[in-house]
C-alpha cells in the first residue's frame, strides 16, 4: 500500500518503522493538514493519523472528503465525532478511529465489558476506579483509552458516570491520571467493596504495539466504506 502519515511525531515514526517492515511504502510524511494538492500527488492508499487534537478534525476530514481511506487515533476531539460520521456518510467515505490501537488493548476492553456487565447486579457494593498513567508529552487528561473504559462500565449500567476528582458519589467512576517520564501507557481499572478487589491492567512497553495495530488496521480499511473501529479489525 501507498501509505500516509499525518502527524510525524512519535507515533508517526512508530508507524512508519512498522509499515516498512509489513513492505508498505511511505508515500507521506506530514506534521500539518495537508493539503489537497499534496494529497493528490502523494497517491495514497490510505492515510494513517496521529497528530494534535486541534487538527485531527481537519486532518480526518480532508480525506474523507478526497476519497482516501483514514485510520486514526488521536484522542481530545471526539466531541466532533458525530459530525465525522455524517461527512463519511455523505460522501460514501472509510474512516476506522480508536483510542487505542494495541491489539491487547483491545482485548483488555472486552474484558472489562464482561467484568462490569457480570458485576452489575452487585454495583452499590463496588467501588470502581480507573487509573492511567502516561508519558509527560500527553496532552489529553484524561487519555480517551480510560474515557472508553470508563464509558462501557456506564454502557452495562455498573455506575451512572465519571468524575475526575477523588470527591465522588457511590455511583460515580473515579478517573485518576498521572504524567512521568519514559511510560507508553498503563490503564488500571479497579472494582473494590468490602469483601473483595477484582483489579485488571493493561500496560504498554512500547509505541510499537500501537504503531502496529494502527497498520494492520490500514490494511483490513482498504475497498471498505463506512466507520469502523478495531472491534471490527479484530473480529471481537
Known sequence: MNIGIIGYGKMGKAVEKIAKIRN???????????SLHLLN?????????FSQPDFAFNN???CIENSIPIVSGTTGWIEKFDIIKRICKEKN???????????GMNIFFEINKKLSKLLHSYSKDYEVTI???????KIDKPSGTALSIAKDIVK??????WILDEKKT?????ILSKRLNNVSGIHIVKYESKMEDIKIQHK???????????????????????????????GI
Open 24 to 34: 508498505h511504502k511511505i508515500s507521506l510524511c506530514y506534521d500539518g493538514t495537508p
Open 41 to 49: 500527488n502523494s497517491n495514497l492508499d490510505v492515510a494513517i493519523e
Open 60 to 62: 480526518i476530514r480532508i
Open 93 to 103: 467515505g472509510s474512516f476506522l478511529y480508536s483510542s487505542n490501537f494495541s491489539i
Open 131 to 137: 487509573e492511567e498513567i502516561h508519558h509527560q508529552e
Open 156 to 161: 452495562n449500567k455498573m455506575k451512572n458516570t
Open 170 to 174: 457511590k455511583n460515580q467512576i473515579l
Open 204 to 234: 504498554a512497553h512500547s509505541r510499537e504495539g500501537f504503531a502496529l495495530g494502527a497498520v494492520i488496521a490500514a490494511e483490513w480499511i482498504q475497498k471498505k466504506k463506512g466507520i469502523f473501529s478495531m472491534k471490527e479489525v479484530l
